[in-house]
């Protein structure tokens, strides 16, 4: 038998990070991480979730200020309203009624499974059903300025054991630049994302990426096209992911039943929670379709989970779960590392098993707010 939770409020806070150097997609740079952080306070226990959304609105319809607003007018009100909480997947029961904002939704989860577990000495990944307690990583590399650097970088991640390089692509920095890595890296597992970037007219681009040997094309259409989608996966030897157009496992197998993608790219906070994030993991193995946990540059909180799920025994190809040290001089938490095999191991501890350290959440704080009840 588990304890219910006692939640007696929640705290928002919004943090940045310097990043160890600049993230450049199809979408632009970004050189600073900023993160909405939730704390569930229990009384006795406290739990900690990071919000996924970024300062502007490109990745995700949700954005930072948004979320905020989101948390504070609708989602964190109404998760207190009702009363002690009987066990995580409650959360999303009280959150259905507002539509989407899935990543708002999936902090405030986090943080209530992170106390809860705590509050019943329970670990997430084992309470998720991993199947191992360590998982492979890869890691997703930033559009460069030159080639020389891009090898560079990439050099220096495969020194470090990182079993898998993920190139960004956009228009006119795409196959001359991963046709070079390949030439350079002819063994190395690759594969690129594009964020959307392309059109159904850009079917030249991704044929003559087909001939690169990649493990997938992740997003490489609108994200709302899955019918698209279907068209270009029908004319490439090549794997497509998707990773913008899953915000479900009804999306996930929408996609699978259409052809639209031989690969998923589950992230908790696109999908609107890890209970949600397992549901696809869940449905992928069933199926017998490859899936993978991505990122959003997290710090150690956020991090905690995505490593949690790429445990789970569906788990079965290198995520972007990268170290910390890949994303910043300092994280909030102790630091997640990649040991020279290219495998991390998965938190044991109770709740998510890692915490904001107090001096460098003060240290990197920018606004805090509470949230009270009805
Ligand atoms: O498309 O996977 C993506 C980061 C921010 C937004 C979208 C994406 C990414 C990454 C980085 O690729 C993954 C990571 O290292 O966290
Ligand atoms: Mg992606």
Not at 230 to 243: M, V, W
Request: with cysteine; net charge negative.
């Amino acid at each position: 038998m588990t304890e219910p939770l006692n939640l007696r409020a929640l705290e928002l806070v919004e943090v940045a990070l310097p990043l160890v150097r600049p993230f450049r997609t199809s979408f632009g740079e970004e050189t600073v991480k900023r993160a909405i952080l939730v704390r569930a306070d229990g009384g006795d226990v406290e739990g900690w979730g990071e919000c996924a959304a970024s300062a502007e609105p490109r990745y995700s319809e949700e954005w930072l200020d948004g979320v905020w607003l989101a948390l504070r007018e609708h989602l964190g009100r109404a998760l207190l309203a009702g009363g002690a909480i009987s066990d995580p997947e409650e959360v999303g029961h009280r959150l259905a009624w507002v539509r989407g904002h899935r990543m708002a939704k999936a902090a405030l989860e986090a943080a209530v499974a992170d106390a809860w577990l705590r509050a019943n000495g329970l670990n997430l990944a084992e309470y998720l059903g991993a199947a191992r307690d360590r998982v492979s990583c890869g890691v997703s590399v930033g559009i460069a300025a030159t080639l020389d650097e891009l090898l560079e970088e990439v050099h220096g991640y495969l020194a470090r054991g990182y079993r898998r390089v993920k190139l960004k692509i956009e228009r006119g920095r795409d196959v001359e630049v991963v046709r070079a890595v390949r030439a350079a890296l002819p063994d190395t597992p690759l594969s690129v994302d594009a964020n959307a970037a392309y059109s159904p007219a850009d079917v030249p681009v991704f044929e003559a990426l087909d001939e690169l040997g990649l493990v997938m094309i992740e997003q490489p259409l609108d994200h709302e096209d899955l019918v698209e989608h279907a068209r270009l996966q029908s004319r490439l030897r090549t794997s497509i992911c998707l990773d913008e157009s899953i915000r479900s496992v009804r999306d996930a197998a929408a996609a699978v039943e259409l052809g639209a993608c031989r690969i998923i790219n589950i992230k908790p906070g696109r999908v609107g929670g890890l209970l949600e994030a397992r549901r696809i993991q869940d449905f992928a193995r069933l199926q017998g379709i490859p899936v993978w946990i991505g990122g959003m540059l997290e710090t150690g909180v956020g991090r905690a989970v995505n490593v949690a799920l790429a445990a789970l025994p569906g788990v079965t190809m290198p995520g972007d779960t990268s170290a910390s040290d890949r994303y910043f001089p300092e994280d909030l938490t102790a630091p997640f590392v990649v040991d020279p095999d290219g495998t991390m191991a998965v938190p044991s501890g109770p709740g998510i098993g890692a915490t904001p350290h107090p001096g460098r959440l003060e240290r990197c704080r920018v606004r805090s707010a509470g949230v009270a009840g009805f």
